[in-house]
T-cell receptor, first 112, second 113 residues
Framework: AQTVTQSQPEMSVQEAETVTLSCTYD???????LFWYKQPPSRQMILVIR??????QNATENRFSVNFQKAAKSFSLKISDSQLGDAAMYFC?????????FGGGTRLMVKP | SAVISQKPSRDICQRGTSLTIQCQVD?????MFWYRQQPGQSLTLIAT?????????ESGFVIDKFPISRPNLTFSTLTVSNMSPEDSSIYLC??????????FGSGTRLTVV
């Protein structure tokens, strides 16, 4: 079985500041992928960033970057220069063995 | 990446009736998935739908309650049968893009009264 844990139900950040969302996971698979999804009130699930487990280099997409610690099974998301439009639910997800498992989500609030 | 059109976007239904949710993908995909999401909570996988075979259901979900069709590589439907207020939720479909992640429909907000 595989699990994904997001220990922060809610986070708050000041506009233009940086925030880090935490995620830990567990899987017995050696080949897997990790994702962060954003879900705004529109309900649309939007892929923010992906990380291949076999790559040591941390993925980066513009203001979004990850800190992937494979040994610790940790996959945190850093959002730099936070914008009001970043306010949403963020889900960490693990894809292993053709199965996608989601964490419980973190609600991010951005203060103007 | 693939784009999924999901409809209806929302519906209010009477208890005891059934609702069929449709998802159309703009490209061929092997695996499609159906999720349920309670407001403010995470996604729970209902079933995996592969073309040409019966859907595989997760624990707690049964075919009689959530029949799924997958007639071709671009389309799938989920029916919520004999609805009760406990079925009120958001339902999302998804398609696997291989190692590039999963694409999601925009969700169906179902309210059963």
């Amino acid at each position: 079985a595989q699990t994904v844990t997001q220990s922060q139900p809610e986070m708050s950040v000041q506009e233009a500041e940086t925030v880090t969302l935490s995620c830990t996971y567990d899987t017995s698979e050696s080949d897997y992928y990790l994702f962060w999804y954003k879900q705004p009130p529109s309900r649309q699930m939007i892929l923010v960033i992906r990380q291949e487990a076999y790559k040591q280099q941390n993925a980066t997409e513009n203001r979004f970057s990850v800190n992937f610690q494979k040994a610790a099974k940790s996959f945190s998301l850093k959002i730099s220069d936070s914008q009001l439009g970043d306010a949403a639910m963020y889900f960490c997800a693990l894809n292993a063995g053709n199965m996608l498992t989601f964490g419980g989500g973190t609600r991010l609030m951005v203060k103007p | 990446s693939a784009v999924i059109s999901q409809k209806p976007s929302r519906d209010i239904c009477q208890r005891g009736t059934s609702l069929t949710i449709q998802c159309q993908v703009d490209s061929q995909v092997t695996m499609m998935f159906w999720y349920r999401q309670q407001p403010g909570q995470s996604l729970t996988l209902i079933a995996t739908a592969n073309q040409g075979s019966e859907a595989t259901y997760e624990s707690g979900f049964v075919i009689d309650k959530f029949p799924i069709s997958r007639p071709n590589l671009t389309f799938s439907t989920l029916t919520v049968s004999n609805m009760s207020p406990e079925d009120s939720s958001i339902y999302l479909c998804s398609a696997s893009q291989g190692n590039y992640g999963y694409t999601f429909g925009s969700g169906t907000r179902l309210t059963v009264v």
